[in-house]
């Protein structure tokens, strides 16, 4: 019984929160908007521009991070998906031995391919938080968009959640070859050593690490 007035508090909760939340388009750079809830926070580190906020059901966190200034242009798609992939491999290997990234997938906003995935969290007692992430990657910037919430609200995320990432909006001037160059298929031989883009994507992890390990304490 208890269970269920608890079940029922909540919603009551978050009905009136959704009520009273508003969101606005924000300009994070010159060429990205999204709109965060109003009231939201920014904050410079180690170059990155972060910008964070409190939603009606949880935490949303935007990270624009400039990659090196001699960051050399990746070549193909398959470049790309490989600097994704390793993206997400490092984020689950730094999130503890209970964490697994689940439901990865490929999207396009606007004209540039992007990655969602989800990251769950298990701090081994039951406690579980899950992490949505779509991750955009272009020659100049890496932008990390996510969307956090525990496990007890995954019912009534769903149109906040749709509402936030379906406000990602480009400026016209990203193209495709924003990310890579040629439609060619393979790896380039920059990626074949793993060395490209390492060190930009080792700084986004540092820092979607510590707003993530916030963000638990924020909403939990």
Known sequence: MKKILLSFALVLYVITAFSQTKIKPVQIDSLVTVSLPTGYQTKDTLGQHIYSANASYGFVTVIVAPNEKNNTPLKKETDLNAVLKKYIVSI??????????????????????????????????????????????????????????????KDLVKDEYKAFASSIKLSPQLQRNDQYLSNATGFSSTVKVAIFGGGAIVLILVIVTIVRRKKKLSIS
Do not use: C, H, M
């Open 92 to 153: 689950q290997g730094q999130s503890g031995a209970y964490s697994s990234a689940i439901r990865q997938r490929d999207t396009t906003i606007g004209t540039l391919k992007a990655k969602l995935f989800t990251l769950k969290n298990d701090d081994g007692t039951g406690n579980v938080q899950f992490v949505n992430f779509t991750l955009l990657y272009t020659q100049d910037v890496t932008y990390t968009f996510e969307y956090v919430y525990p496990e007890l609200r």
